[in-house]
Antibody
Framework: QVQLVQSGAEVKKPGASVTVSCKASGYTYSYYDIIWVRQTTGQGLEWMGWMNPNSGNTGLAPQFRGRVTMTSDSSRSTADMELSSLNSEDTAVYYC????????????WGQGTLVTVSS | EVVLTQSPGTLSLSPGERATLSCRASQSVRSNFLAWYQHKPGQAPRLLIYGASSRATGIPDRFSGSGSGTDFTLTISRLEPEDFAVYYCHQYGHAPRNFGPGTKVDIK
């Protein structure tokens, strides 16, 4: 069955960077995109961006350009999302999802990774 | 950017009742590329509907999506206890893709 398993919770200081990993299994990794979404405390879902693991192409929401880097290791079927220059407003649960290519809705989701930014 | 507005913010209903959730876009969503997700605390979002009206794999037929252009609706015909959650619409027809603010369906 399709599974996306994310890395564990992180605590970071303001100004630091964090990398969240997403390991996919149960499907052909290169056939689908990976999308990243976050939910800040008490708020709704926020679209961060997507990545095509085949080509390396990415598309980021404007508010994350310059701060987010998405990469992929096809040999391990793993996608990484790095968020830099963290501040308290980045405290959130970060989700990866399998994105249907050319459509980018998420049909299978990871369990979420809590990132806490605190001094 | 396409702005999505969902109404109502909160819907208080009893099990067995019908739920009607609205999602309105600030401009016509290309090819009706509109999805609906269910989200419960501590869980991953769950895809319910894509393409405005296509039910995702394994989703019960009490969930249905309709609409086109700028106005979309998610209907839950008879609420089951496990349906009480937050529901988000998501447009993926225009960059940047984005979500609506959500509708919370809680127990009356």
């Amino acid at each position: 069955q399709v599974q996306l398993v994310q890395s564990g919770a992180e605590v970071k200081k303001p100004g630091a960077s964090v990398t969240v990993s997403c390991k996919a299994s149960g499907y052909t990794y290169s056939y689908y995109d990976i999308i990243w979404v976050r939910q800040t405390t008490g708020q709704g879902l926020e679209w961060m961006g997507w990545m095509n693991p085949n080509s390396g192409n990415t598309g980021l929401a404007p508010q994350f350009r310059g701060r987010v880097t998405m990469t992929s290791d096809s040999s391990r079927s793993t996608a990484d999302m790095e968020l830099s220059s963290l501040n308290s407003e980045d405290t959130a649960v970060y989700y990866c999802a399998r994105g249907v290519r050319n459509f980018l809705y998420g049909d299978h989701w990871g369990q979420g990774t809590l990132v806490t930014v605190s001094s | 950017e396409v702005v999505l507005t969902q109404s109502p913010g909160t819907l208080s209903l009893s099990p067995g009742e019908r739920a009607t959730l609205s999602c309105r876009a600030s401009q016509s969503v290309r090819s009706n590329f509109l999805a609906w997700y269910q989200h419960k605390p501590g869980q991953a979002p769950r895809l319910l509907i894509y393409g405005a009206s296509s039910r995702a794999t394994g989703i019960p037929d009490r969930f249905s999506g309709s609409g086109s252009g700028t106005d979309f609706t998610l209907t839950i015909s008879r609420l089951e206890p496990e349906d009480f959650a937050v529901y988000y619409c998501h447009q993926y027809g225009h960059a940047p893709r984005n979500f609506g603010p959500g509708t919370k369906v809680d127990i009356k």
